[in-house]
């Protein structure tokens, strides 16, 4: 779980051990979607008495993210 260590997560955060960095790996994401997926992660995790990130803590943000991209069914931004 070393590898979540990074700004958008204390360094002291509690990680379940059953938590595959693996499995998650498997989703194709930006960076900037994967600072977003761990930054609501860890306000998810942090609004909880338990706060141990868990495997479906990041999946379902990272469903959401992937779910809200511009990319899909045409999306755009812009002024026009």
Do not use: C, H, P
Not at 21 to 43: C, D, H, P, R, Y
């Amino acid at each position: 779980t070393t590898l979540f260590r990074s700004n958008a997560l204390a360094f002291d955060a509690d990680f379940d051990e059953n938590l595959s960095v693996e499995e998650l790996a498997k989703f194709e994401l930006s960076g900037a979607q994967i600072m977003l997926v761990l930054k609501n992660t860890a306000l998810k995790v942090a609004a909880r008495e338990e706060a141990i990130f868990k495997f479906d803590d990041f999946y379902s943000e990272i469903i959401r993210e992937l779910n809200s991209e511009f990319d899909n069914d045409g999306k755009k931004v812009g002024l026009i």
